[in-house]
Structure formats: C-alpha cells, structure tokens
C-alpha cells in the first residue's frame, strides 16, 4: 500500500507481462500524486499552488492601494477656543470694579476695616499683590510692601497691614491687606500655625516681628487679650507661584489643609491667588486678556487646588507688577476682580457673625 494523492491511499499491482499500474481506492483517484485532485474539494495541488499565489499577488496589490494616514502634530495645544470665565477687558470694566471696591463697606457696624491675611510660601507673590493693587489706583506702579530678592528666605519678617488708599481726591477704601511672614517647609522655617491663628483671632499687635522659636503669647509685647472683631481677619487669601505649582514641596499639601481645617474651624472663609501666571504662558504674559483661555493656566489652577485643597471656584490668576513701569487695563481689571472675589467672601464672613451677634439681644 502507498499514500496516493492527497490524504488518500492506493493499491500497487504488477502483472506478468504488463506495466505497472496503481488502483485506487473507492473515493481517490488514479494518476500520480502531484495530479491527484483533492478527493474533498476536486482541486489539484497545481491548482492550489497557482490560487495561492495569485491571493498573494493580490493581497500585495492591496496593500500598495491602501494608504495608512498618520496624524502630524505641529504643537502642544495651549489655546482654547471658548474663555471658561467671562471678563470684560475694557476700560470702563476698571473703573467699574474700582468703583465698587472703593465704596465697599463692611455690613457689620463695628468693623470699619475689612481685613485679609495673605499666606504663602516664600515669594509667591504676597507683597507684591498688594503693591499691585496700591498702584492701579495710584495710577502708576509703585512698591509700596517691599519685596524682596532672596529665594529661600522670607523678606516679610513681621505683621503689616495695608490700607489701600483710593484715588487722589477720594476717600481710602475700607479694605486692609496684612502681609507677613513667608510659610516654610517646617516649623523652624517660617511662620507656624499657632502664629498664623493668633493672627487670625487677633491677638498679635501691628509691626509683630514673628520668630519660630518665640511663639505669640500673653507675653508678648502688645498682645491683644480680648481683640474685638474688627482686630481679626476676615478673609484669608492664599498665595501660590503658578511657576513652582508641581515643585513644591510635597508637604505643602498637608500643610495647606491642617491650615484650611483650623481657619474653617474659626469661621473664616478661605480664596487663593494663583501668580506669576504670566511665566507658564507665553500668549498669556503678551496679552493677559487671553488668561481664560489658556489650557496651560487652567492646568496650574487645577493643580493648585489640588495643593490647597480646595475647588478651583475659590482660586483667582493674577498678574502682579514686577519690571513694569506702565499700568496695563487687562493686568488691572484681573486684580481688581480677584479684589472684588476676596470682598465676596469677607461679606460671607460679616453675615455669619451679625446673626450671632444678635440671637443674645432676642432673648
């Protein structure tokens, strides 16, 4: 027996006198096994071999018909089509807002002063906030909480408040900014926490020079024992570098929120400042109107309050004065309604203490 065509098998006889001849078996065929067809398909091995090669040929046509497209990227996307907050960049808007910074008073009597506590870490843009703010309504740039240079050091070393004084001709405006000490990445580095809030109650004196390893306390020089309420903070105003948002150091974050946790607890509502927006965005540092369309500053306010956490609703950009000799009317709109923002949440501060101020005199 010998294997005969495909899969199958046939019988070899030789007879005297004859040739040699092969019988198939029932269902295979006769001839050699290269022309045996196929007892399943009746398809010779020839047949197949030229199948096979003709699929290939056209399986190769195929491929040089079919053009693959590949994306080509000629950049990051840094620009969105749509602001994601409306602001009205104009020259009217400044004097508006101006307006109502200037005649803002403090729903509470008592209080002739709104004041805001600004906290940071070192050279994040504190003082010069509040040199930002003093100049747009001085109507020229000017340093009036002096700034300093150093790195890793804070130039604040005490307790100043600034009242912001209103155009020449027109009364000071009722809003206070305090600056002080830098935070650091320790409590032998900066101002601690329980200097922060007895600030926040208080209790410490103006000019205050404020040393780690001498806590505020009743002997302080100047300690205030009962402060009333216009002596407290009303608002606290974070600040954080948009430029240094991903370095800070990691214990930041923790520091941030055993902050917020304990000013919450005194009853104080918190907003941030997001700075120096100016140097994570090039369309943005040419032209400050663009800030609420750029993806890059949106990033860093999303981060930020990831750091502070807190939502991106409490989180103002800014762009503070540096090198600038000249005002800018977007530069000046962007800070007078991050102002406007602080002042939304100093109000929230005087609503919630007037109805305890006035249970006692129901009774």
């Keep these: 027996m ?14 005297p006198g004859a040739t040699s001849t092969t019988t198939s078996a029932p269902g295979f065929c006769l001839g050699p096994p290269e022309a045996a067809p196929s007892p399943f398909f009746g398809v010779t091995s020839n047949s197949l071999n030229k199948l096979s090669k003709l699929t290939n040929d056209s399986t190769k046509e195929e491929k040089k018909e079919r053009v693959v497209e590949i994306p080509t990227f000629t950049g ?8 994601w907050r409306d602001v009205q960049w104009t020259e009217e808007q400044k004097k508006n807002l101006m307006k109502t910074v200037s005649s803002y008073k403090p729903s509470c009597k008592d209080v002739l002063h709104a004041r805001v506590l600004l906290l940071g870490p070192v050279r994040s843009g504190k003082s010069s906030f509040i040199s930002s703010v003093q100049s747009l309504f001085n109507g020229r740039v000017t340093n009036r909480a002096m700034v300093g240079s150093s790195l890793n050091t804070s130039f604040t070393k005490k307790l100043q408040s600034f009242a912001i004084r209103a155009q020449k001709g027109e009364d000071s405006t009722r809003l206070v900014l305090c600056d002080s000490m830098g935070l650091g990445d320790g409590d032998m580095t900066g101002l601690t ?10 209790h410490v004196p103006e000019g205050h020079k404020f040393s780690p390893d001498q806590p505020v306390g009743t002997e302080t020089p ?12 009303h608002c606290v105003a974070f600040v954080v570098d948009a430029s240094k948002i991903t370095s800070y150091n ?4 923790s520091t941030f929120k ?16 997001l700075t120096h927006i ?6 943005t540092a040419k032209d400050i109107s663009l800030v609420y369309k750029s993806l890059r500053v949106q990033e860093a306010m999303n981060k930020a309050g990831a750091l502070l956490g807190m939502s991106t609703s409490y989180i103002v950009p800014v762009k503070n004065y540096s090198s600038e000799l000249d005002l800018d009317v977007n530069a000046d709109v962007l800070l007078l309604s991050a102002v406007d923002h602080i002042l939304q949440y100093v109000d929230l501060f005087f609503q919630d203490y ?10």
């Design 250 to 253: 990691k214990g930041f974050s």
């Design 354 to 363: 007037l109805p305890q101020q006035t249970v006692p005199m129901l009774r």
């Design 2 to 15: 010998e294997k005969s065509g495909i899969f199958g098998y046939g019988f070899s006889t030789t007879l």
């Design 193 to 202: 926490l329980h200097d922060i809030l007895s600030v926040i109650k208080g």
């Design 76 to 83: 990051l996307q840094s620009k969105l089509e749509c602001a």
């Design 258 to 273: 055993l902050l917020r946790e304990h000013i919450s607890e005194l009853g104080v509502h918190q907003v941030a400042l």
């Design 222 to 233: 100047g300690y205030v024992k009962k402060p009333s309420v216009g002596d407290k903070i």
């Design 278 to 283: 100016d140097q994570i965005c090039q369309e």
